[in-house]
């Protein structure tokens, strides 16, 4: 019997198949970004509890209509408008009355040890104590971290929305919203430690945000309008 | 004429294609990992909205999926915004259900980590997000999600 050569298998046509392959998953492929504005929904409180009082300065209220019209503090405004309106809300550079009210840590620390010992007379609440003297520390932290001027902003954004309100204008608002805080909150951290506030550490993200906290209310939509 | 005789002796040789595949197969593992096959079928329309602050959702394994839109099969559903979750039209009163279910899926000490990412239609009327998010208060499911594209602030 002749032995058969050996043959070479040809390999020409695996580009083929793999090109095959290749356009399948692209074709196929999604590139699906998982992306989007991550917010804390205020846990459910029962309808009999006290609403905290609010002074009406502290309030920034935002309407958004069925026809998607935009109203701020009464005044029909712009959606780009929203950035700078709400930063001066919380800034309040020049004092303005009728923007929000700052108060100063210094103060608040002289208030909080005056409640703590308060809370001290009566023993019975130790859980308390315990959970004042760890805002103090938080407080006595930022005083440390950005001096004795640091002063925190009692103010809320209020959103409120009808019910008809497209979904896409409600997210253009909320949007900016958080812009407006992002930007405050990188100020503080480049005037602090020259950097944005995504490149601090925890500790330092955890300051920041004690001076600028998510202060949105989400009230339940009403019929206005 | 000699230049475009192939076996002449002076000429350059031909260019090995043996690499190719190996190329190909480069391209082919990329698109294969970076691949995520489609969980759902969605049966609503989501266009999602534009925002300039979205952040990447990290883990997805903790993320669970709540779609609202406008239905495709306009017959059998209607035109009327619809909630989608897995891979069915539900109403309403499905929500807390669904919730639960994902909740048993995971590990105990990440439920509380889960996130509930709310892929919604742009042209989609407030009100039945408002629902949605009011029955996830009610079943204590407050770490959402707007999901949402990313657009470059001006």
Redesign the interface.
């Known amino acids: 019997m002749a032995r058969r050569e050996l043959q070479e298998i040809n390999?020409?046509s695996?580009?083929d198949i793999?090109?095959l392959?290749?356009i399948f998953?692209?074709v196929?492929?999604?590139?699906?970004?998982?992306?989007?504005?991550?917010?804390?929904?205020?846990?459910?409180v029962p309808p009999d509890a006290e609403h905290p009082d609010v002074k009406e300065r502290n309030v920034f209220i935002i309407l958004v209509n069925k026809d998607n019209q935009l109203a701020i503090e009464d005044k029909l405004r712009d959606p780009s408008e929203i950035k700078q309106l709400c930063m001066d809300f919380f800034i309040n550079p020049y004092n303005n009355e009728d923007l929000s009210e700052r108060v100063l840590y210094t103060e608040k620390i002289e208030k909080l040890k005056r409640e703590i010992i308060a809370a001290e007379q009566h023993e019975n609440n130790n859980d308390n104590v315990k959970g004042l003297n760890e805002k103090l520390k938080m407080y006595n932290s930022v005083k440390d971290a950005f001096g004795n001027k640091i002063a925190r902003s009692s103010g809320v954004v209020s959103l409120q929305?009808?019910?008809?309100?497209?979904?896409?204008k409600?997210?253009?608002v909320?949007?900016q919203i958080?812009?407006a805080l992002?930007e405050l909150r990188n100020k503080l951290s480049n005037d602090t430690w020259g950097e944005d506030f995504d490149d601090l550490s925890l500790v330092q993200q955890k300051l920041v945000k004690e001076v600028f906290p998510f202060a949105i209310s989400e009230a339940?939509?009403k019929k206005f309008n | 004429m000699g230049k475009f005789d192939k076996k002449s002796k002076g000429g350059s040789p031909a260019i090995s294609t043996a690499s190719l595949p190996d190329i190909v197969f480069m391209l082919l593992f990329f698109f294969m990992v970076s691949t995520t096959m489609k969980e759902v079928d969605t049966k609503v329309y989501t266009r999602l909205p534009d925002a300039t602050q979205v952040k990447k959702i990290e883990n997805k394994s903790l993320v669970s999926y709540i779609y609202i839109g406008t239905p495709k099969n306009t017959d059998e559903f209607g035109t009327t915004d619809a909630i989608q979750l897995n891979d069915q039209i539900a109403n309403i009163g499905g929500i807390q259900q669904y919730v639960e279910q994902e909740r048993a899926k995971r590990k105990e000490k990440e439920v509380k980590l889960m996130t509930f990412s709310l892929k919604v239609d742009e042209e989609t009327k407030m009100g039945i997000v408002v629902d949605v998010k009011e029955e996830l208060r009610k079943v204590q499911a407050l770490r959402i999600n707007y999901a949402s594209k990313k657009k470059e602030s001006k």
Request: hydrophobic share 40%; aromatic share 8%; net charge negative.
């Open positions: 390999a020409g695996m580009a793999a090109f392959l290749l998953f692209l196929t492929t999604t590139m699906e970004v998982s992306s989007g504005i991550t917010r804390m929904l205020p846990p459910l929305n009808d019910r008809g309100t497209d979904y896409g409600y997210i253009e909320q949007d958080i812009a992002n339940e939509p």
